[in-house]
């Protein structure tokens, strides 16, 4: 769902351990779901991506899974790297437009 | 890939002046672009769905007559905040649906507004 005047939660782990990063989204009827990762300054880069007929999806070193009963997406990243701090957003695709989640600040400890 | 170029990356304006922002898609051509703003330390809010050759659709709560969008052709929207505050001062990013991909969407870097 969309977050207006939200800050963004933190999610602190150890370099070498999985991270997982959930989200809720706010719209039984959408049909697609993206993560996105964003770093200081620059626009979201598409990580992964999955539609509503599926419930669990992955790609390297990263999985998608939904739960359409409780509308609840999460991102699981295995074997975490510094590379890997950012800014994690889920988001949902409506009626054509593409509607961003709360997101997650993930932050890797050496 | 599909590549979206946003221009400026960072601005700086008087309070009461006009900024404009450009993105543009440059390998392809997309009929629909998105704008967004984003506040420090929050998410990305949509603002305005831009459509080649009509009229923008805005997002409610935000004043068309103040972010005027411009989509003249299939590789340029253009975002005009007019009578700046520094209350507009924000991250302003916008996006292409590339082809007729309904899903496929692609981001530019991003500009950085400041009104002082």
């Known amino acids: 769902g969309e977050s207006v005047g939200l800050h963004l939660p933190t999610l602190s782990v150890q370099e070498g351990d999985n991270s997982i990063i959930n989200c809720a989204y706010s719209n039984s009827a959408s049909d697609y779901f993206i993560w996105y990762k964003q770093e200081s300054g620059k626009g979201p880069q598409f990580i992964i991506d999955i539609r509503s007929n599926m419930d669990k999806r992955q790609g390297q070193r990263v999985t998608v899974l939904l739960n359409k009963t409780v509308k609840h997406l999460s991102l699981q990243i295995a074997a975490t790297q510094p590379g890997d701090s950012a800014v994690y957003f889920c988001?949902?695709?409506?009626?054509?437009?593409?509607?961003f989640g709360q997101g997650t600040t993930l932050q890797v400890k050496p | 890939g599909a590549v979206v170029s946003q221009h400026p990356s960072r601005v700086i304006c008087k309070s009461g002046t006009s900024v404009k922002i450009e993105c543009r898609s440059l390998?392809?051509?997309?009929?629909?672009m998105f704008w967004y703003r984003q506040f420090p330390k929050q998410s990305l809010m949509l603002m305005a769905t831009s459509n080649e050759g009509s009229k923008a659709t805005y997002e409610q709560g935000v004043e068309k007559d103040k972010f005027l969008i411009n989509h003249a052709s299939l590789t340029l929207s253009t975002l005009t905040v007019t009578s700046a505050h520094p209350e507009d001062s924000s991250f302003y990013i916008c996006?292409?649906?590339?082809?007729?991909?309904?899903?496929?969407?692609?981001f530019g870097s991003g500009t950085r507004l400041t009104v002082v």
């Open positions: 988001a949902e695709i409506n009626t054509g437009k593409l509607i």
């Open positions: 996006s292409a649906r590339v082809g007729d991909d309904f899903y496929g969407y692609t």
């Open positions: 390998d392809f051509q997309a009929t629909t």
